[in-house]
């Protein structure tokens, strides 16, 4: 069956702009993972949902970011007023039920702001 | 704070040299310890999961070991194509990863 998939690959913005990222997971995976990957490093865990809520949002690093889940399965990355810092790949993965199951991942957005 | 370290961060192989990678991790309340690969331009693909000391797995030329305080990834007559970086993540009982850096692995012809 198809993995998860991110939309788009690649984003452009300037600094101080609004970008939305999406994630698709695979279907029938409840949860659903955000974690952001600079250059050169391992990712970082951003935000998890298990259904339609975030069970744990200690990752996002200030209230620029925020995501949702409304129904259950595809999830938006939302960042408000962009800097250049926000630079990064942001990855989606997901899992069967959100416990140790494995977390499948998706290609990532390449975001730059420039 | 939990941490996980890999080493080395980069290495680089003739074809068909055997060799291993490292992660150490905080040793108190480990839930599991996963393997993933990545190439560039590309998200993580799933490896291995190790969940006990003393447990192994195995998939070609790959072999993940794990101790109380580390885990191994052995690649044994490595290919070309087994170039990619190789990360480790752990998870302490919260559904969140935390991952190390990675070990960027060359494998030359």
């Known amino acids: 069956g198809a993995g998860v998939s991110q939309t788009p690959s690649n984003k452009v913005t300037e600094k101080g702009k609004y970008v939305e990222l999406r994630c698709d997971p695979i279907?029938?995976?409840?949860?659903l993972y955000w974690y952001r990957q600079s250059l050169g490093q391992g990712p970082e865990f951003l935000i998890y949902?298990?259904?339609?809520?975030?069970?744990?949002d200690s990752g996002l690093p200030n209230d620029r970011f925020f995501a949702v889940r409304p129904e259950g399965s595809v999830s938006t990355l939302k960042i408000q007023r962009t800097e250049r810092g926000d630079s990064a790949v942001y990855l989606c993965?997901?899992?069967?039920?959100?416990?140790?199951?494995?977390?499948?991942f998706g290609p990532g957005t390449r975001l730059l702001v420039l | 704070e939990d941490q996980v370290t890999q080493s080395p961060e980069a290495l680089r192989l003739q074809e068909g040299e055997s060799s291993s990678l490292n992660c150490s991790y905080t040793v108190s309340g480990l839930r599991g310890l996963f393997w993933y690969r990545q190439d560039p331009g590309k998200g993580p693909e799933f490896l291995f999961t190790?969940?006990?000391a003393g447990e192994e797995k195995e998939k070609e030329r790959l072999k993940a070991t794990l101790t109380k305080k580390e885990s191994f990834l052995h690649i044994t007559a490595p290919k070309p194509e087994d170039s990619a970086t190789y990360l480790c993540a752990v998870s302490w009982g919260a559904q969140k990863l935390v991952f190390g850096q990675g070990t960027r692995l060359t494998i030359n012809p």
């Open positions: 190790l969940y006990s």
């Open positions: 993965a997901s899992s069967e039920a959100g416990g140790m199951e494995t977390q499948y």
């Open positions: 279907s029938g995976h409840t949860a």
């Open positions: 949902f298990q259904g339609t809520g975030a069970a744990d």
